[in-house]
């Protein structure tokens, strides 16, 4: 056959070359012999009704399948969570509500915390478990769905589906990535609203786990904000400050956030920033933890000095924060090497233009790699794309450091100046330090007439008892201290341990060491944490802490004293150093020679103009030479001639001319 196919194409091929006039005619006539020739063939025949009646059927079960899918799609509500996202930490807690999820027979073992407390199913015992003294680990144990497997359960009589997908990121930077988590939800509904149930539902569980915590947001290198961890809310009241300072901060805080729409008609960005700047460890970062949890906002550290961080990232960062968050910015005044202003005088800037210029730094100084500019910070606190609805604080210990432009009003609204301790704020911690929950004032009456009663009827010979108390509580803090020292050697500890346990005391007494204590303490001298430090070390001794106070603050001071003078003394040396290394690099000229004394021509001396009268000695005589022609006498002043000394013959000299 093949043999035919290839004679009738030569025979084609003749003819066309003999006769091309008759070329169309002939290519017509070979293809109807090729097709005739094929035809000839049952065979031939019956593959090609095979090929075109498969094709049709193929196509028909595709377009029925297609059309059964989109037929069964339409009564589905499909929608996936990415990992990145905090709605998949919301279906994750609603799964975790969900009773069937706690009888599914697959599941995947995990220890790690996906963000909420309740993200996945805790075992029972868990929680006793991670509270006990003998657990090596607290990390609790709880259950995830599967990955790559389906769970079907009911939601609201609608049948719903779920399934987990992993997969691993893109490289970044010829690294591989992490891996990424995908919730694919399908729900039997065409109801829009059920997914919106779904999602409100889902949502009001994970706040209502989150309601006594607050979520604690930061920064990547890819400029994405990550969830780091979930921090219990903290009291008002564990912060003591001034009074009024912390009512005026909260309430501004509420105001702002309930006046959206008087922004909006003002045409006023809707944005606040308070600026908390004063001495170190005086609560600026604690009362901006305090008013987060009040307000119930999420926090979102800022770390202007991140390695990378440019003008770009922090307008990236900042736009992505969500509407009702609180933006932390730390040590705003540390955040370039010399500092956020625009000037230049600060020794900081002398050590970075050391580094730039090539030469070393003084020691323990490093520039900060961010490249970061002060024009791309205010751009990114107030700029045309910056973010609205967001309460930003920042705080600094060096409030001068800052550029004016940073800190007036629509980039930091609020100043607030925190100063160090003051004998109000001494007492009140000592009170809540030992006091945490004050009793009622008729259970606090009631304990008081119990203590009085109790008072009126002591012992014979044994004294008032509230000293009989006071005495106890000593002896027995003594005895605590004598059992430690008689366990080991003590001299290797540095501190004060909290093993001593004093007994319960009243609420008039703990007013009363109060007062004592905030009588011992300077105003304005200690900060708040090193007030708090000090009663950490007498954790259970309330007695011995009222009554050490005053020789703590004398250490203090010493200890400030030494520091001032160490640092003073350090200053000192580098400053010496420096200027031993500037004296090496200018280098000392050495002193002229003095010029030499002009030759004698006239051999007239000590008398000679030429030579200045100089000393004989000194005068280089120049002797003519034979050939040149002899030097002419130089005139000489008559008022420069000198009598002739009286031990020689010579005669004067005479002038010529």
Partial sequence: MVQQVFASVNTGGNNNSTSPSLNATSISNDISSIIALFYSYSALRDWLKLIIIGGIFESLRRLIMTCYTKFLDSFFIRA??????????????WLSKQPSWSKTRDMQITTS??????SAVVLEGEEDYSRS????????????????????????RRWMTIRRMQQQSSPMYGYFGEKENTLHISILTRDHNILTDLLQEARRLYMADQEHSM?????????????????????LNSIVLDPGVKDVLLEDARDFLQSKSWYAERGIPFRRGYLLYGAPGTGKTSMIHCMAGELRLDVYIISLSRSGLDDASLSKLVNALPERCVALMEDIDAAFTHGVSRSGTSENNDELKKSNSGQPAAPGTMPTPSRLSLSGLLNALDGVGAQEGRILFATTNRYSALDPALCRPGRMDLHVEFKNASKYQARELFDRFYLPNPPKEGAADALASQQVGKAAKPKPGDGNLGLQNEKQLVDDAESSESRKASSGNIELITGQTHTGRAPKLSHPRIAELAERFADAIPDRECSMAGLQGYLMSYKTRP???????????????QEKKDRDKEAKEKKEKEKEKKT??????VPVSA???????????????????????????????????????????????????????????SPPLQTSG
């Fill in 133 to 156: 003294m003998f657990s090596k680990s607290s990390r609790k144990i709880s259950y995830l769905p599967s990955t790559s497997l389906t769970y079907s359960l009911w939601f609201k």
């Fill in 80 to 93: 996936s969570f990415d990992n990145d996202d905090q709605s998949y930490e919301w279906i994750l807690v």
């Fill in 591 to 649: 002193p002229v020679p003095a010029p030499a004394p002009p030759p004698c021509s006239c051999r007239r001396v000590p008398t000679c103009v030429t030579c200045g009268g100089a000393k004989v000695e000194d005068v280089v005589v120049t002797s003519p030479s034979p050939i040149s022609k002899p030097a002419s006498p130089i005139p000489v002043p008559t008022s420069q001639l000198l009598a002739p000394d009286d031990n020689t013959n």
């Fill in 215 to 235: 979520c604690i947001y930061v920064s990547d290198n890819e400029n994405n904000w990550n969830h780091v961890a979930c921090r219990a809310r903290r009291s």
């Fill in 113 to 118: 915390s996906s963000g909420g407390n309740s």
């Fill in 580 to 585: 031993k290394e500037t004296e090496k690099e």
């Fill in 543 to 557: 007695v011995e802490a009222a009554d050490g106070a005053v020789a703590w603050v004398e250490k203090e001071r």
